[in-house]
């Protein structure tokens, strides 16, 4: 019975590993470069997402500011943000003070079981 020889695994040149090497570099540059890209996408995202918030908030901003414009531009307008602010009356206005209408608070009807049991605290 013969013996299978194995066969000696090769050997490589010193210009090979220089190759691999120069290659395993040029791997690593370009792993490099795309997690630099990925994170200046995701910060340029955030941004994005920061700037769309703030906009919203000026729009908003924007029509609070239309509206008292709006409201100043009339002579009523004007009166009632002096009034309010300032707390001042015309000559010959007193304060009005508004009273609720006095309505009578009324008690419902105890039932049989609560005139009698009354006493218990639960009911």
């Not at 395993?24 to 540059?29: F, G, T």
């Not at 990925?38 to 924007?62: G, H, N, P, Y």
């Not at 004007?78 to 608070?105: H, L, S």
């Amino acid at each position: 019975m013969a013996l299978k020889t194995r066969k000696k695994a090769k050997k490589f040149t010193p210009k090979e590993y220089l190759l691999i090497g120069l290659l395993s570099i040029l791997l690593l540059w370009l792993i490099s470069l795309n997690e630099s890209i990925f994170t200046k996408e995701e910060i340029a995202r955030k941004a994005v997402t920061e700037a769309q918030k703030q906009l919203s908030d000026l729009k908003t901003r924007e029509n609070t500011l239309q509206q008292n414009i709006n409201d100043l531009s009339t002579e009523r307008g004007q009166e009632e943000t002096v009034r309010e602010t300032f707390g001042v009356a015309k000559p010959g206005e007193d304060e009005i003070i508004v009273i609720p209408p006095n309505t009578p608070t009324t008690t419902p009807a105890k039932t049989f079981w609560q005139r009698w049991f009354g006493w218990i605290p639960f009911f």
